[in-house]
DNA sequence: TGAACTGCGACAAAAATAGTCCTATACTGG
DNA sequence: CCAGTATAGGACTATTTTTGTCGCAGTTCA
């Protein structure tokens, strides 16, 4: 429940291996599928659509493959979500467009809209370079301290 | 994406509903159901499902129904999606059983699993009473102020 | 020219969701 | 104590979403 879709999944591995080794000119769809185990051809796929948004650049024939466009601290996982699994809506009817078909419905998705909107916000303030290796060699003893404070309005 | 499914919408759209209606001894699946335009046996399960969690205190028979076991104030979206969709996740692979089955794979669910908590504390942080006429009634300039603030730590 | 890529569209397979049906059981009112 | 209205819940079907595959066209480079 409430859970990111795979192949949001593999974009943000694939980004975040991508941050990893600024190095490399540019890495193929298929040498990360490799190193991960994801199916190339869907990994592909994503790659694809990310390019298409803008966040990453791509290079057609040998050798070829994709860098990022834009530095890692400037990429956010909400919009690597949101390219690949479209808008971010917690609930099912959308507030934009028609509502809830019926009746009076959901008088529901006022107050989650705004729970949307934190948990966007959350994914925003996150960014493909908080993702990477930096975390993990670094902070030790901040397991215990979340990400993010919530407090309330 | 990120998207509740139909069931947690309708068990909170019916948590809502009995909080609005305090004054009702019990009421019936088929009426919320009614009233919102949703499949009667689909509610009914739901609701079942409530009452099971504890959330819920039903009442078989004639003039049955069902009545909030707890005040709407102490009820959180969290504890009714948690009971209805089960444990909130936002990666694929859990990290608590056998991760990622893959390789190195995933290395992205460390820092995901902080995102995670965050809604999940965002979640916790919004009661059933929260989320009922209150709001729509009440606060007018609240529009513009988000239910929680984010700070990053 | 041919191997190694990306870029797409159309499928096919699998899994999760949503919804239905049917039966059993519990309570209420007359 | 009987009829009607509810909950309880298992089994099943339908629908939708997600996941993954295939095939082909265009690119680049050696």
Redesign the interface.
Known sequence: ??????K??YG??AL?YLAEHPDSVSVSAKDIAD???IPPQLLAKVLQRLTKVGLLRSHAGMNGGYELSRGAQTIS?FEV?HAI?????????TKGSKSCD???????K???A??N???A???K??SIH??A?F??SAGHGMES?????????
């Open positions: 429940m409430l859970r990111l879709t795979k949001a999944d943000l591995m975040k190193t991960y185990g996982a979500i699994d479209g808008p971010l809506f917690i609930t099912s009817c019926l009746e009076p419905s959901c008088t529901i006022e107050p989650l705004r729970v909107d934190s948990i916000g959350v994914l303030s996150i908080d993702m290796d975390d993990v301290q979340p990400l993010v404070m919530l407090t309330r309005a």
